[in-house]
């Protein structure tokens, strides 16, 4: 059984109005879930909020006093030293605290699940992958993913961690840079373009780690059959290499075509493929949410990708009750816009540079 986990309290985790992250993206991927019935199967469980202990297992205490205070609107003397300033990325916001625990319990509690022997667990609202343990980064407060994995060692030996989101999973990896034991595979638009600069294929790994971090750059407007070759020559050939117990997916949906904030050139079936794959392979998985900014393709990826994920088949036609079925009238992508052919080439010449330098010289491939 697949098991779900959130609340509402998630959606507090806003920075505001002028801010790209809007919380609407999970409410309406709820309401279109809710309205194909997918609760009825896989009913929406509350999580708890994540213990001290837990948060430390990646942040460090001195943070996390730091989010304390400023969340309660008091001043943190540098705070930018952790990531937080008015006019970046992360502007402090009141409640701030309270709103990443929320998302960061759910993502705890779907660890839990797959360590108490659930196939797959789901917190859509978590995936926030650019934390680090004393830094916000990107929107990110709370390395909620890296937590996960920190806690399946309890269970799993060999873990890895999968990112499909637009941007490259930064946490994660230099998180678990020196680790051995856990893999990470991170697809995204080459750092040469977008935020956060990093990503490139000469990131291996160090010490005892060294092999255990894989990175898939590709360039502006690579569209699915690229972005889904390479995921399967370097993503999945990784995976197979490594042989991990368990996945952490972030599947972060801003790599569609019309995404506000990148330039990769996705559809939402295209994408969704990668999460079924990543299912396919059998193993126990945290599935986990991302970025995604564009309110009339995020509901229907994470929609698809829930229902890929828990075997639920769903009618393309979105249903007559659905608020947002004018904007949404079905899942797939009928077209994405059209590219020239010298795109074209330019995003596959890309891909294969990638994946040529990564079957030469990464110590998996050797
Ligand atoms: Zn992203």
Redesign the pocket.
Same mark, same amino acid.
């Given at each position: 059984m697949t098991r779900f986990f959130y609340t509402p309290e998630i959606e507090l985790y806003d920075f505001g109005p002028q801010h790209p992250l809007k919380y609407q993206r999970l409410q309406l991927t709820l309401e279109l879930l809710d309205r194909y019935g997918v609760f009825q199967t896989m009913p929406v469980e509350a999580p708890r909020m994540p213990s001290e202990e837990e948060l430390l297992l990646i942040h460090t205490s001195e943070y996390l006093d730091a989010v304390k205070t400023l969340s309660a609107g008091e001043d943190v003397p540098e705070a930018h030293n952790y990531g937080f300033w008015e006019l970046g990325d992360n502007p402090p916001f009141a409640g701030m605290w309270e709103a990443a625990l929320a998302y960061t319990g759910a993502t705890v509690c779907a660890t839990e699940a797959v360590l108490a022997g659930e196939k797959c667990a789901i917190n859509i609202g978590g995936g926030l =992958?650019h934390a680090l343990p004393s830094r916000a980064s +990107?929107f990110c407060v709370l390395a909620d993913p890296a937590i996960a994995l920190e806690m399946l060692k309890k269970r799993f030996k060999r873990l890895a961690y999968v990112d499909i &989101? $637009? =941007?490259h999973g930064d946490g994660p990896q230099w998180i678990f840079y020196q680790d051995p034991d856990v893999l990470t595979v991170s697809i995204h638009e080459s750092g040469q373009w977008l935020f956060p600069g990093t990503g490139n294929v000469t990131e291996i790994g160090e010490e005892e780690g060294r092999g255990t971090c894989v990175n898939i750059p590709l360039a502006p407007l690579t569209g699915d059959e690229v972005w889904q070759h390479a995921f399967e020559t370097i993503g999945l050939g990784a995976l197979q290499r490594f042989q991990p117990e368990a996945i952490v997916l972030q599947m +972060?949906s &801003?790599p569609h075509a019309l995404d506000p $904030? %990148?330039h990769l050139h996705l559809s939402a079936q295209g994408w969704v493929w990668a999460v079924e794959q990543v299912k396919n392979l059998g193993l126990p998985i945290v599935a986990l949410g %991302? %970025? +995604?900014y564009n309110l009339t393709t995020v509901p229907r990826m994470w929609t698809m990708a829930i229902a890929a994920l828990a075997g639920i088949p769903l009618p393309d036609e979105t249903p007559e009750t659905f608020s947002w079925k004018a904007d949404i009238p079905r899942l797939t992508d009928q077209q994405v816009p059209a590219l020239s052919k010298q795109e074209q080439q330019a995003a596959q010449q890309f891909a294969e540079q990638t994946i040529d330098w990564m079957t030469a010289n990464h110590p998996l491939w050797l």
């Open positions: =992958h +990107g &989101d $637009l =941007h +972060g &801003d $904030l %990148g %991302g %970025g +995604g």
